[in-house]
């Protein structure tokens, strides 16, 4: 071997000898500093939160950095998993028309517009079977297993076109197909009571949106899953279709 191929290689090992050497050094450095850098960083906390005033936008953080909630931000769900309980109402006044004595006229009327998951409403149609029916806000899987469930994109309750609420063939909506034409069907909610007569039955494919759809004229659809009798998933849905025919709207009292 020559005497240069000889000092390359004794050089490179004597570099590799110091880069490992270094790697060692910073490794025990950061070991030794790392429990006092720890320790500063809770020090540093501790006499943030024990000067009075401190800044609140520093103390959010904080906060959250040692999983500490505020009381006046933290969530109270029991009533319904989707809003808090001291959400407060959506109220709004709105126009109506109303028959007196025979004439029609426009008068104020309060609703109260519900939260996604909210109980809106209770549905019967006593020919039928169906008795006190629980509506809830929504068309969720969690709220289908609740009782019925309004679709959100239809008219609210009360308003002119289409109202659409849905229910499971096996629970809630398990009677719906003992609805026969010139049945009576009530829909009441905290602002108002709407009874309809049943107008027609459908039998519709799950990819028709034709009876969910906004509509002119002002009526309430019902549907469940349609397995000709049969319990189960289906691919077809079963529609009854009412026409309102009497209105009354109650008084609302709001908190102030």
């Not at 809770?42 to 401190?54: D, E, F, I, Q, R």
């Not at 709004?92 to 029609?104: C, S």
């Not at 609740?146 to 076109?161: D, E, K, L, Q």
């Not at 629970?171 to 309809?196: M, R, S």
Request: charged share 25%.
């Amino acid at each position: 071997m020559s005497s240069k191929s000889s000092r390359n290689k004794q050089g490179h090992s004597a570099h590799g000898h110091k880069k490992t050497s270094s790697s060692k050094v910073l490794r025990a450095v950061t070991y030794v500093l790392t429990p006092f850098l720890m320790l500063a960083l809770l020090c540093g906390a501790s006499v943030l939160t024990l000067t009075k005033p401190y800044n609140e936008y520093v103390k959010k953080y904080v906060d959250t950095a040692f999983g500490d909630v505020s009381p006046d931000v933290k969530s109270v769900r029991t009533l319904n998993p989707y809003r808090d309980d001291d959400a407060p109402l959506q109220v709004r006044e709105i126009e109506v028309e109303v028959e007196d004595q025979g004439q029609k006229k426009t008068e104020k009327a309060t609703m109260i517009y519900p939260y996604y998951g909210d109980r809106y409403a209770t549905l019967n149609c006593e020919a039928a079977g169906m008795k006190d029916i629980p509506v809830y806000s929504g068309q969720n899987n969690d709220i289908l297993e609740w009782g019925a469930g309004w679709y959100n994109g239809s008219s609210y309750i009360g308003r002119p076109g289409n109202v659409v609420i849905a229910g499971h063939n096996h629970t809630y909506f398990y009677y719906l197909p003992n609805c026969q034409v010139g049945d009576i069907v009530t829909l009441e909610t905290d602002y108002c009571k709407i009874t309809y007569t049943v107008r027609e039955r459908v039998v519709f494919h799950e990819t028709d949106y034709t009876y969910v759809f906004p509509t002119e004229d002002d009526r309430l659809t019902l549907y469940t899953c349609w397995n000709n009798g049969y319990l189960g998933m289906s691919e077809y849905r079963l529609a009854i279709i009412c026409d309102p025919i009497k209105t009354e709207w109650k008084e609302v009292e709001v908190d102030q």
